[in-house]
């Protein structure tokens, strides 16, 4: 469904972000690892993973492939 998101970081906590693609933001979950490397404010590109399920959509971002490729494995 989506694979990358590009746009700015409007909120960061714990475990997700907000980015702002063209004025819609996106609840995306995020590890430690991307988290870190993210700024609020300032733009970003996250690859995605999407999850569909009965009564969620869920989106997964990180920060590089490598990342994305062991959380595939899992």
């Known amino acids: 469904m989506f694979a990358k998101l590009s746009g700015m970081i409007d909120d960061i906590t714990l475990t997700h972000v907000i980015m702002d693609v063209q004025g819609v933001g996106y609840l995306v ?3 430690a690892r991307t988290r870190g490397r993210l700024e609020r404010g300032s733009p970003a590109r996250l ?7 009965e009564d969620a959509i869920n989106l997964y971002g990180f920060i590089d492939a490598e990342e994305q490729a062991w959380f595939r494995l899992l």
């Open 29 to 31: 979950a995020v590890s």
């Open 47 to 53: 690859l995605i993973e999407t999850q569909v399920r």
